[in-house]
């Protein structure tokens, strides 16, 4: 799977029907006495959420996936092979209607198309490892003993139940991610749907059910906004859930570990970043590192944990490089008409607003794009010169459509600005020098560098996850499973 999104964005989705329907909850019990209806970005009512408005059922929940984990556990690979491939079939049956409820969350058709067959492709490479993987070690004869008949081995051991929670952003990439991870490491998954795409986790766990994962082996919830942390506290500090897994922001990202850490429970956190596409001198083709650099920060109006944030330029090529991003950011607004998208909430686009309103008070200057400070959900993409350190834009996420272009003197401390900043989720660097740049991709803290390759960038096969702020631990491919399962040493004298 290329999960690089498409250059250039098609057109915006085709208008629809919303059909106002329930989203359930999916367990055994789940109550259906309390409900939040969420809004498309233009305000419009999408569907009946059904929620929990408590903590009550938590406890069952949690004893039931355990025995449902011993059950997925017993499960042969052949069983769960057949499982997969009917997971597969079930997704291909619902295409548009995963495309669709993407769409009416504000994705524009690309993202959602995106999301769809990234997917299929994830899905794909788990169902491989199944089968492939080994189940463990033997390691040699142990050292202090000299019988040949004593026998070592390490087995890869799934941790148990896992409450799974995914961000709405690529709702349903997140989501599969999330299940798929401890599902075929051995789990039972308790899935936490965000309040800004419950129907597509439902429609994903209802696929899973449907296509023959038994029983309570996953399970979902949902909750609105104001009852998240007491949901998810509980579910958390249930001794049934063995571990968590996290993708969304490093505010509520922290605040999970606190909580897990408290109870000693391990957890994945992805989370948000600061990702800089740092641009050589020698670089072969400047104008195609600015825009494809542009592209990467403002693909789903930003709302991307790595969407570039920062262009680092050498001092020597600011000036020509400013004018010629300023030419290719204006053509892009005029004919990308997927930017003239909203954000999905207010409170989204109003984060960005407040950081560019106080960058350009500052002394940060607007090279491209227009700032509308009314509140609404509206966020024209912006390009802003002239930042620095101690300005907010410069070091937090904005997760909205605006980069900044930053000098830098030399190669010898690009990488130091780079690692001054809290995150380190991604980073690119264009360059015609494939050899300097990895030299100086090891000088760079982050979980991924990719050369003469933009900062969205995740494949199957290959490891994703970040460092300081924006988390640890990994998810895909191998690296994924692992995460969900640990070393057992048995031994055996006969």
């Excluded at 996420?397 to 401390?413: H, R, S």
């Excluded at 991924?448 to 390759?453: G, K, L, W």
Aim: with cysteine; hydrophobic share 40%; charged share 20%.
């Amino acid at each position: 799977m290329n999960c690089v999104l498409p250059l250039r964005a098609s057109a915006v989705a085709r208008a629809h029907l919303r059909r106002v329907s329930t989203v359930p909850m999916i367990f055994e019990g789940a109550p259906t006495d309390h409900h939040f209806i969420p809004t498309s970005p233009a305000g419009e009512p999408l569907h009946k959420v059904l929620a929990l408005k408590d903590t009550r059922p938590v406890a069952e929940l949690c004893e039931r996936a355990t025995k449902a984990f011993r059950l997925w556990k017993a499960t042969s690979v052949k069983e769960k092979l057949g499982i997969y491939d009917n997971i597969l079939r079930q997704f291909e049956a619902q295409k548009n209607e995963l495309i669709d409820a993407h769409v009416e969350i504000g994705n524009p058709m690309y993202m959602a198309e995106f999301n769809y067959y990234g997917t299929l492709d994830n899905i794909r490479h788990y169902r491989s490892i199944l089968d492939t993987r080994p189940a463990g070690t033997m390691p040699v004869r142990n050292v202090n003993s000299g019988d040949a008949d004593e026998i070592s081995m390490v087995v890869n051991e799934p941790f148990g139940p896992v409450l799974s929670i995914a961000a709405w952003n690529a709702p349903l990439i997140l989501a599969t991610r999330a299940i798929f991870a401890p599902l075929t490491a051995g789990c039972s998954v308790i899935v936490k749907s965000s309040d800004l795409s419950a129907r597509i986790s439902y429609l994903t766990v209802q696929a899973l059910l449907d296509a023959g994962v038994p029983k309570d082996v996953v399970t979902l919830v949902h909750c609105e906004s104001a009852k998240s942390k007491e949901v998810v506290d509980a579910l958390i500090a249930n001794r049934n859930v063995k571990k968590v897994n996290f993708t969304g922001s490093t505010r509520v990202g922290s605040e999970i570990a606190a909580v897990a850490g408290k109870h000693l429970k391990p957890v994945l956190l992805e989370l948000g970043g600061k990702n800089c596409s740092i641009i050589l001198d020698d670089v072969d083709d400047l104008e195609n590192a600015l825009r494809t650099s542009l592209w990467a920060s403002w693909a789903h109006k930003g709302q991307i944990c790595m969407c570039t944030d920062l262009i680092f330029v050498s001092e020597k090529n600011y000036s020509q490089a400013a004018q010629m991003l300023q030419k290719i950011a204006t053509q892009t607004i005029a004919n990308d008409e997927s930017l003239a998208m909203s954000q999905r909430t207010a409170a989204h686009a109003e984060t960005g607003k407040k950081l560019v309103s106080e960058a350009l008070q500052q002394g940060a200057k607007l090279l491209a794009g227009s700032l509308d400070l009314s509140a609404t959900n509206q966020f024209a993409p912006v390009v802003l010169t002239d930042v620095r350190p101690e300005m907010k834009v410069y070091t937090t996420e904005t997760f909205a459509p605006v980069v900044c272009l930053v000098k830098y003197k030399d190669v010898a401390t690009v990488a130091d600005q780079v690692n001054a900043l809290d995150y380190g989720l991604k980073c690119s660097i264009w360059t015609s020098q494939g050899l300097a740049a990895y030299k100086l991709a090891g000088q760079i803290d982050c979980g991924s560098v990719h050369v003469n390759r933009p900062t969205v960038l995740d494949e199957p096969h290959l490891p994703h996850g970040g460092t300081n702020k924006s988390g640890f631990g990994r998810f895909n491919s191998h690296w994924g499973v692992s995460e969900f399962q640990y070393p057992k040493l048995v031994t055996v004298k006969p």
